[in-house]
Nanobody, 132 residues
């Protein structure tokens, strides 16, 4: 019922920048938490950044100071601005949402809660390749 779609992945030289976008459809309320993850061959999936409906952000140490997660104008659009890219940033990048409110009252009641450990909704991924 809820679909997430990422876009913006590309090939770029080290030191360059990319902006990834994520949009979630078929739901009238903002996700309580959305985040960006990445996975490269032979490695575990890594949580990069999260943002709550109230705008509280978290970052992994590997990207802190270089990546910025933000909310778009639409209820369920999110962005990941990536600067000073390194070859080790090469991976498939995914956006995800932990849950969605079922009604307006719930959207108010849970608006300030932190992100959950488990994310239930995932996009298909977009490839980022960084070369020297």
């Amino acid at each position: 019922q809820v679909q997430l779609v990422e876009s913006g992945g590309d090939s770029v030289q080290a030191g360059g920048s990319l902006r990834l976008a994520c949009a979630a459809s078929e739901h009238p309320y903002s996700a309580l938490c959305m985040g960006w993850f990445r996975q490269s061959p032979g490695k575990e999936r890594e949580r990069l950044a999260t943002i709550t409906v109230n705008g509280t952000r978290t970052y992994a140490e590997s990207v802190q100071g270089r990546f910025t997660i933000s909310k778009g104008a639409a209820k369920n659009t999110r962005y990941l601005q990536m600067n000073l890219l390194k070859p080790e940033d090469t991976a498939m990048y995914y956006c995800a949402a932990d849950s969605f409110p079922s009604n307006f009252a719930e959207s108010i009641w849970f608006a300030g809660r932190p992100c959950r450990e488990t994310f239930l909704y995932w996009g298909q991924g977009t490839q980022v390749t960084v070369s020297l």
